[in-house]
């Protein structure tokens, strides 16, 4: 059995991704241990001879802050904070987001500064191990005093309540502690706004759009490599010299990756009738590489974030301070979410210019990639579905990060609205790898009408295996079975572009 200790040592793309798809076990190190009860009893310490309120600890929440709660109400004030809070609604999160939610929260609630019981990280760390996963929902988030509802519906099960998945099936919360022999946690003074307070909803979500767009950012050259080949496109636009002195190291990259993509290809290398391609074709390294620097921006962010303390107030015991401040605002990923989705639709939109371009009649190629068009509507109208979530993915990119709207009394006067950037982006991504598979659906094709010519041994051993999912298309069929077979392959597809070029994933 794999494990991985939660440590003050950064977790990275890499290590997130070997724990969720590795069956990792989560643990604290003694290290995180120390510094979770070292703040916990400073706070129980302080609490003892504490007359004066301190936001969130024996005060009221957000607009109430000014009302204080006496010392035998501190309990009640935590469970009842989680449950008032608990207002998600809409379409569940995905579980596989939810669990990455609980890492998070575990992590930046193990660097001491968070006021919470040892027993109730270690509770959130059991419910990752014994596949435990809350229903948590994606509506509900302002992405300013944290991922408020989420959050809440991901600790609604400490205290036994809410639903969780357990074995397959959604279950409510206390039965499972019944077959378990668990009891609730009882937060202490808090413990409940450490909960409720922090990014994790859009971190969870940004983290995951992450890993997944390393990967269709790279696909996305391939195929783009691919369709340069089948529309008899030129090498020229992709020479070294040509990007050396325009500066933008994602465009150097996608040139680089492109040019050894090819490398050794007969087509490529072969004389051309024409002395331009379109610039779907010829800006690829452009167009591609200035997503690639947006997406590294993001990771960025995140990289920061997953790291990070971000629920409020933030105790800092050495200093004997508690410090109410605004780390849980989300206005830092709300902006990067926007970016992320706007980099991953803009690959989308080049990825359906250049299949059309393929369906065009043009260089050679039969009108809509069918040996007998007419009788054929061929790949007709795989383009029209790639134009269509094309659309949709403009329309998902208009920012969220631009608006707020006042809450709690105007005390949340500024929200990010980070939330909403997170699931707009998460659909975004997915609608990406359908338009890369219709384009790898149309490419291959063409590409078998300038046989007997080879492309380069990596783009033939490409076409090969794809084969083996989709065949090449002679007569009209039903082509949405097709496509979802395209799409199988990219997820199925194991990547052997050399480290050297490749995204941290």
């Not at 229903?135 to 300013?144: H, K, N, R």
């Not at 105790?315 to 991953?344: M, R």
Request: glycine residues 6%.
């Amino acid at each position: 059995m794999k494990k991985h200790k939660i440590s003050p040592e950064k977790l990275t793309f890499k290590s997130i991704f070997a724990i969720l798809n590795e069956d990792y076990k989560l643990e604290l190190s003694e290290e995180s241990k120390q510094m979770i009860v070292k703040c916990r009893q400073y706070l129980d310490d302080k609490m003892k001879s504490q007359d004066e309120p301190i936001y969130g600890i024996n005060t009221g929440f957000g607009s109430l802050c000014d009302v204080q709660i006496s010392k035998e109400e501190l309990s009640t004030l935590q469970s009842n904070l989680v449950k008032s809070h608990a207002c998600g609604i809409g379409d569940e999160v995905p579980q596989e987001i939810v669990k990455l939610m609980l890492l998070l929260k575990v992590q930046s609630l193990s660097y001491g500064h968070s006021g919470v019981q040892l027993v109730t990280v270690e509770r959130l760390i059991e419910f990752f191990n014994h596949d435990i996963i809350p229903v948590v929902f994606q509506l509900g988030s302002l992405g300013a005093s944290g991922d408020l509802a989420p959050l809440a519906h991901l600790s609604l099960p400490l205290l036994g309540l809410g639903e969780v998945y357990y074995k397959g099936e959604k279950r409510n919360t206390e039965e499972v502690y019944k077959e378990l022999g668990w009891d609730p946690i009882t937060l202490k003074s808090k413990e409940g706004l450490a909960l409720l307070n922090g990014t994790q909803f859009m971190s969870a979500y940004g983290v995951f759009g992450l890993i997944k767009t390393f990967r269709l950012s790279q696909l996305a050259d391939i195929i783009a490599a691919l369709s340069l080949e089948a529309f008899d496109g030129r090498i020229e636009p992709f020479n070294d010299l040509v990007h050396q002195i325009r500066f933008h190291k994602g465009q150097i990259k996608t040139a680089e990756r492109i040019r050894m993509i090819l490398e050794g290809s007969e087509l490529i290398g072969r004389q051309k009738a024409h002395v331009q391609d379109p610039y779907s074709f010829r800006c690829i390294p452009q167009v591609h590489g200035a997503s690639k620097d947006s997406i590294n921006y993001v990771a960025y962010v995140f990289s920061c974030e997953i790291n990070a303390v971000t629920d409020n107030p933030t105790i800092f015991p050495d200093d004997d301070l508690i410090i109410s401040g605004g780390n849980f605002h989300g206005q830092p990923l709300a902006l990067a979410l926007d970016n992320l989705a706007i980099a991953v639709s803009e690959l989308g939109n080049i990825s359906e210019r250049r299949t059309y371009q393929l369906l065009s009649g043009k260089r050679e190629l039969p009108a809509f990639l069918v040996a007998n068009p007419g009788l054929n509507s061929g790949f007709m109208i795989p383009q029209y579905t790639a134009a269509s979530i094309v659309n949709q993915n403009k329309q998902l990119c208009t920012p969220s990060s631009i608006d707020s709207i006042e809450s709690s009394q105007g005390q949340e006067d500024h929200v990010s609205m980070g939330a909403n950037s997170a699931t707009k982006a998460y659909r975004v991504i997915q609608n990406l790898e359908r338009i890369l598979a219709i384009e790898l659906f149309n490419a291959a094709q063409a590409l078998e009408f300038r046989r007997p010519a080879k492309s380069s041994e990596f783009i033939e051993k490409f076409v090969t295996d794809y084969r083996n999912y989709v065949s090449f298309i002679d007569d009209d069929k039903i082509m949405s079975k097709e496509m979802d077979a395209s799409v199988q392959y990219l997820r199925d597809y194991t990547l052997t572009i050399p480290d050297a070029l490749r995204e941290d994933v």
